[in-house]
């Protein structure tokens, strides 16, 4: 199974809004509702910003947000703040009942 | 709170078996799906595989002939070998709890660095 695509790297100033896509394919990002995005600080352990496309976990704050147009999701991130700056990564379920992840964005907030 | 901890070797030799736990606290292992995960230094995620508490596995098809997931339930704990480890097997590995087979993982232990080095 091939990675899923992510843009290796997006910029953006505070307060402002970016989005990060996931590309994938009709096997996987486009078949199922099952796409979710992790938030990875340095050193640290990946935590879960949105599940199934749209949900948000309980304290995650609501300027993240998910959406999906086919075969591509996306990430976006509204009123940006410094500690939004970060690497993140989609990762969806496949036909094959297995899970893949993208390759990964680093977001730095200038 | 579940907690999850890895632990295990964090030096294998070359063509030798990798073989990591994790035990699961404040919660039980029974439902949910338990998975590892792991990232090479300076490079992104990739899935390993998961297990049900029932015991059904999926895994990577690229690390399937390698890879075996197990768990024990009277323990709280699952379980990752990888056999015929090579240098690019050297990773940070996590171990996961997802909500449903659709990969939600909500919960991760701190990850534990194993290096495929003689």
């Known amino acids: 199974q091939s990675a899923l695509t992510q843009p290796a790297s997006v910029s953006g100033s505070p307060g402002q809004s970016i989005t990060i896509s996931c590309t994938g394919t009709s096997s996987d990002v486009g078949g199922y509702n099952y796409v979710s995005w992790y938030q990875q600080h340095p050193g640290k352990a990946p935590k879960l910003m949105i599940y199934?496309?749209?949900k948000r976990p309980s304290g995650v704050s609501n300027r993240f947000s998910g959406s999906k147009s086919g075969n591509t999701a996306s990430l976006t991130i509204s009123g940006l703040q410094t500690e939004d700056e970060a690497d993140y990564y989609c990762?969806?379920?496949?036909?094959?009942?297995?899970?893949?992840f993208g390759g990964g964005t680093k977001l730095t907030v200038l | 709170q579940v907690q999850l901890q890895e632990s295990g070797p964090g030096l294998v030799n070359p063509s030798e078996t990798l073989s990591l736990t994790c035990t699961v606290s404040?919660?039980?292992?029974?439902?949910?799906?338990w998975s590892w995960i792991r990232q090479p230094p300076g490079k992104g995620l990739e899935w390993i595989g998961y297990i049900y508490y029932s015991g059904s596995t999926r895994y990577n098809p690229s690390l399937e002939s390698r890879v075996t997931i197990s768990v024990d339930t009277s323990k709280n704990q699952f379980s990752l070998k990888l056999s015929s480890v090579t240098a690019a097997d050297t990773a940070v590995y996590y171990c996961a709890r997802a909500g449903g087979y659709g990969g939600q993982f909500a919960y991760w232990g701190q990850g534990t660095l194993v290096t495929a080095s003689s």
């Open positions: 404040g919660g039980s292992i029974s439902s949910y799906y």
């Open positions: 990762s969806s379920y496949t036909s094959s009942s297995t899970l893949v």
């Open positions: 199934d496309v749209t």
